[in-house]
């Protein structure tokens, strides 16, 4: 199956660069250059993931994301930016965006990504089967396909790594997730600086789950995670 790819991006020259590579890969692109017509290839072509730079003429990506959602459109989201503060990437995920690249990137890096996100959104209709429906735990409710989790207090939209821990999370229910599994599965390896993230993301997890009094998330230290409801 060769994948559509929307790619949005304001410079001619990188967007041809990435454009042949993506293509090279094996993807179909089409290549917008300023917002406005990101949204127009986006309604004529129903792409299967988009490739979103930021700052673009007409409409910012971050306002094509969201005019994407209203849509109710599933598909997959990456920015790719120069922006690098942590307020520009909470913005990025709040839009809708499932993931999120500094530049300059690797064009594999990218590439990594996107088969990432492509392969959870699957949209085939065996793929779109019961495996996608919501999974609800205590008083809460986790669309993996979307990447949103539902708390009695609010909607979080997670990112790609919240995403991943808390299905792992789920599947390890009620019993100890030794700390080299999310590692070794989402991060590639357990080295110090990944543990450190790791630890960062679980406590954002921590803080959406403390909504739900029936839900517990529990660091056992040295050893791993527990998911109790």
Known sequence: MKYKVLYAEDEPTLAQIISDGLKSSGYEVQVAFDGQQALQLFESSQPDICVLDIMMPLKD??????????????????????????????????????????????????????????????????????????????????????????????????????????????????TLMPRQVPLLKIWGDDTFYNARSMDVFMSHLRKMLKDDESVQLMSIRGAGYKLIF
């Open 61 to 174: 990506g971050y306002t094509v994301a969201e005019d994407i959602r209203k849509q109710k459109s599933s598909v997959p989201i990456i920015f790719l930016s120069a922006k690098s503060l942590a307020e520009d990437v909470i913005k990025g995920f709040k839009s809708g965006g499932n993931d999120y690249l500094r530049k300059p990137f690797n064009m594999g890096e990218l590439l990594v990504r996107m088969e990432a996100l492509l392969h959870r959104f699957d949209s085939s209709d065996e793929a779109r089967g019961a495996s996608q429906m919501p999974v609800r735990f205590g008083r809460c409710e986790f669309d993996t396909l979307i990447q949103q989790l539902k708390t009695p207090l609010g909607t979080y939209a997670l990112s790609y790594k919240e995403t991943a821990l808390l299905e792992l999370l789920l599947q390890n229910r009620n």
